[in-house]
């Protein structure tokens, strides 16, 4: 079991000229391999965690190299989907590649990084077409950071895009408690997060700290955190 340390950020006061962009800490800061969080814990610190779905994509970045395939010449419609551990987007915007000859590749960049994007999927057209099928097979996407090129025509036999969006999970929260203060050892808590939602979990009182003042917090299912935020509650507001 690994965990995230955290380093809080603190809560401005009501009305500050600055005011704490909760959605920008949320999307800065993702569990990546972790399965929980540490922090230091002083009694004034509240976790936000996110269980949100993924959004599509930009429209994807397509080339073509004139050498090395078999795709026919003609202009291609390509849209691209992420994928996590509970399902897929909707697919991006579309972008258009042509090619020229019979012996072209097409090379379709991975889509960037996001959330908990674990995957992608590529939907292309025939040429001059207009409906796309997906050109992984179903349940092996594309790892994230890893491009696509297809060196024969694009199959037209593939799953058309989703019409809606799947990529929404759900997680439980455990609160590892330390011991009481006669040194006994207390069982964690577990709770429910809300999917679609930001959860907050906390203040912490500072006697269920572990050994050294932190705090463990973990997740049921990490893979379906799309964000952790920790705030601290400087006073008086």
Same mark, same amino acid.
């Given at each position: ?10 809560? $401005? ?20 391999? @972790? ?40 202009? =291609? ?13 909707? +697919? ?18 991975? $889509?960037?990084?996001?959330? @908990?994007?674990?995957?992608? =999927? ?9 409906? =796309? ?73 500072? /006697?269920? @700290?572990? $050994? ?5 917090? /973990?997740?049921?299912?990490? +893979? ?8 601290? @509650?400087?006073?008086?507001?």
């Amino acid at each position: 079991m690994t965990r995230l340390s955290l380093t809080a950020t603190t809560q $401005p006061k009501t009305g500050s000229a600055s005011p704490l962009n909760l959605t920008s800490l949320l999307g800065a800061t993702t569990l990546g391999a @972790n399965t929980g969080v540490s922090f230091t814990n002083t009694g004034r610190e509240v976790l936000h965690v996110q269980l949100g779905q993924l959004t599509a994509p930009a429209a994807p970045s397509v080339s073509t190299a004139a050498t090395g395939g078999t795709v026919a010449a003609g202009t =291609y419609q390509v849209e691209v989907s992420y994928t996590n551990t509970a399902g897929e987007t909707v +697919a991006s915007a579309s972008s258009s590649v042509t090619t020229t000859g019979s012996t072209s590749t097409i090379t379709v960049t991975s $889509p960037a990084a996001a959330g @908990n994007a674990t995957g992608w =999927y590529a939907y292309i057209t025939q040429a001059g077409g207009a409906s =796309y099928t997906r050109q992984q097979t179903a349940g092996s996407p594309t790892a994230i950071g890893t491009n696509l090129t297809l060196t024969a025509p694009p199959t037209n036999s593939g799953l058309a895009p989703q019409s809606s969006n799947t990529t929404a999970g759900s997680s439980t929260v455990i609160v590892n408690i330390g011991t009481t203060i006669e040194g006994q050892p207390v069982s964690p808590i577990t709770a429910s997060l809300a999917t679609n939602a930001t959860n907050i979990v906390g203040p912490f009182p500072t /006697d269920e @700290n572990q $050994p050294g003042g932190a705090m463990f917090v /973990d997740f049921g299912t990490p +893979a379906s955190v799309t964000g952790v935020a920790l705030l601290q @509650n400087a006073g008086v507001f």
